[in-house]
């Protein structure tokens, strides 16, 4: 069964560094997305990605944050300069439709900021 | 905002047992719901769907009622396995296609 990909599993950063978390999504779909997950809270929205552009954004997607699809087959999400409270489960997602139809996610990478 | 909440953050049930989780959700305009399941280290795994002009659909061992009137979303588990031991999360979607996750009750099977 096709699954969702995300590389690394853990990153580890110190405070103010940049970071890529990379994702590959289910070849055939079409809309992206990325949740983060506090330790032992929600699941929150982050951003959401469809034709080579943002199609919604939560309020903790500032500017810190932006996403990327650099060819056909990966979609990332970067963060300029990390803070400490960007420490999180950062899930990515995709769908082959919009909206009404379940995403479907990675595993995670764990973000350790230092 | 959207509140999708749980009512009980957790459950323990014996292993043959049926399992029943809740959620309350606040948005009366979503139109579309999920329950996810998730095990450690893993991320959330689509279990069943349900659209507002629904009650109820089943899948293989599992329910999903949705009551409207009253903004209520349950989860039910046939024959309750050890390997159903997990998170389960309700997820509701707005019109914008954002979902809102609830907290997340864990599930523990009892052998």
């Known amino acids: 069964e096709p699954e969702v990909t995300q590389t690394p599993s853990h990153q580890v950063t110190q405070m103010g560094q940049e970071v890529i978390l990379r994702c590959v999504p289910i070849?055939?779909?079409?809309?992206f997305y990325w949740y983060r997950q506090i330790l032992g809270q929600k699941v929150e929205f982050l951003v959401s990605?469809?034709?080579?552009?943002?199609?919604?954004k939560s309020e903790i997607f500032d500017d810190q944050f932006s996403v990327e699809r650099p060819d056909g087959s990966n979609f990332t999400l970067k963060i300029r300069s990390t803070k400490l409270e960007d420490s999180a489960m950062y899930f990515c997602?995709?769908?082959?439709?919009?909206?009404?139809?379940?995403?479907?996610f990675g595993d995670g990478t764990r973000l350790s900021i230092l | 905002g959207e509140s999708v909440g749980l009512h009980l953050p957790t459950l323990s049930v014996q292993e043959g047992d049926n399992s029943i989780i809740n959620c309350a959700y606040s948005?009366?305009?979503?139109?579309?719901f999920i329950w996810y399941k998730q095990e450690s280290g893993k991320g959330p795994q689509f279990i069943i769907d349900i659209r507002s002009n629904m009650d109820k659909r089943q899948g293989q061992r599992v329910t999903v009622l949705l009551n409207k009137t009253v903004k209520h979303l349950s989860l039910q588990i046939a024959a309750t396995q050890p390997g159903d031991s997990a998170v389960y999360f309700c997820?509701?979607?707005?019109?914008?296609?954002?979902?809102?996750f609830g907290t997340g009750t864990s599930l523990t099977v009892i052998p």
């Open positions: 948005n009366s305009a979503s139109d579309y």
């Open positions: 997602a995709s769908s082959d439709e919009g909206k009404g139809q379940p995403q479907h």
């Open positions: 990605f469809y034709n080579n552009e943002i199609s919604e």
């Open positions: 070849s055939n779909h079409l809309y």
């Open positions: 997820a509701e979607e707005d019109l914008s296609n954002q979902f809102y």
